[in-house]
Every structure is written in C-alpha cells, then in structure tokens.
C-alpha cells in the first residue's frame, strides 16, 4: 500500500472513530491528520488535504484545543498560526476520557440526584425510586472506574488490560 493511499484510509478510519468518541467526523480527521504529522500545520495545510472550508477548519480547531488535544504552536518570523496534536496516545485516552466523563456522566449523575428525592409511596413511584437508583449505582460505578483510568499510569492500563485479555 502506498502512504497517500495508507493515510487517506486512516484519516477515514480515525474520522469514524470520532463518533464513537462524541466528536464529528471532520474534528477527529483533523486531530488525525495532526497525530501522524511529523511537522505543525497551518489552517490552510489543513483545510488543503482535508477538502474543508476554513470555517469548518477553525471551527473544528478550536474544539480539538478546548479538548485538549490539539496545541498551537508559533514559529518565529511566521505570522500564521501552527497546530500540533498531543502525541502520546495514553494521554489522548486521558483527555478524551475527562471530556467524554464531563459531558456524559456528570451531567447524567446529576439529573438522577435531582430526581432521586421524589416523594410519594405507589407502585410507579416506587418503581422509578428502584430503576433511578439502579441506574445510580451503575453510573456512579463507572464514574469510579474511569476515576481510576485517570489516575492511572499508562503500565498498570496495559498490564491490567492484558490480563483482562488472557
């Protein structure tokens, strides 16, 4: 397989993936192209091998950098702005983690500790009573879960993602 070849199907491929992540197809190209670049680009690098508008480009460079995984970097006598991705994937998991936990989880675990103090005493009630703290325990549990992801060295998630394997 050619590189051209080889980089368009990843650039498609992570584009997919984006969401899976909570990100639109476009964003996650972007953050592709930038992961497998040896260099910063400039918008218009980027706007020029991804087909897109600036808009879009900028748009999208904005939330890979609200994200966190996207930088800006300057270049002495250059008066465009350089964009670099975050390199280290254990970190690019991490950062997607907190954004996914922010605005995923949280905003579910709240909404349950608001609706959780319902009063009354029927079956709906106490059936809701049991499925919202059901679904309580399981958030709050992955909620954990992803705590300790965070917390967590990039070894002890490989050692431990092996062993889950075998």
Request: proline share 2%; with cysteine; net charge neutral.
């Amino acid at each position: 397989m050619e590189y051209q070849e080889a980089k368009d199907k990843f650039l498609q491929a992570w584009g997919t993936l984006g969401s899976d992540w909570g990100i639109n197809r476009t964003m996650a190209q972007i953050h592709a192209l930038l992961l497998i670049s040896p260099e910063a680009l400039c918008v218009k690098d980027i706007m020029d091998e991804l087909q897109i508008s600036i808009g879009n480009a900028n748009m999208n460079l904005r939330a890979l950098i609200d994200w966190g995984l996207v930088y800006k970097e300057l270049k002495p006598g250059e008066r465009k702005e350089f964009f670099v991705a975050e390199k280290d994937i254990w970190e690019v998991v991490r950062k997607i983690i907190v954004n996914r936990k922010r605005k995923e989880l949280e905003p579910v675990l709240k909404v349950l500790d608001e609706v959780s103090s319902v009063n009354g005493n029927s079956p709906q009630i106490e059936e809701f009573q049991k499925r919202v703290q059901d679904i309580r325990l399981f958030s709050s549990k992955a909620d954990s879960l992803l705590e300790t992801l965070l917390k967590a060295d990039s070894d002890w998630f490989v050692k431990s993602f092996l062993k889950m394997v075998r």
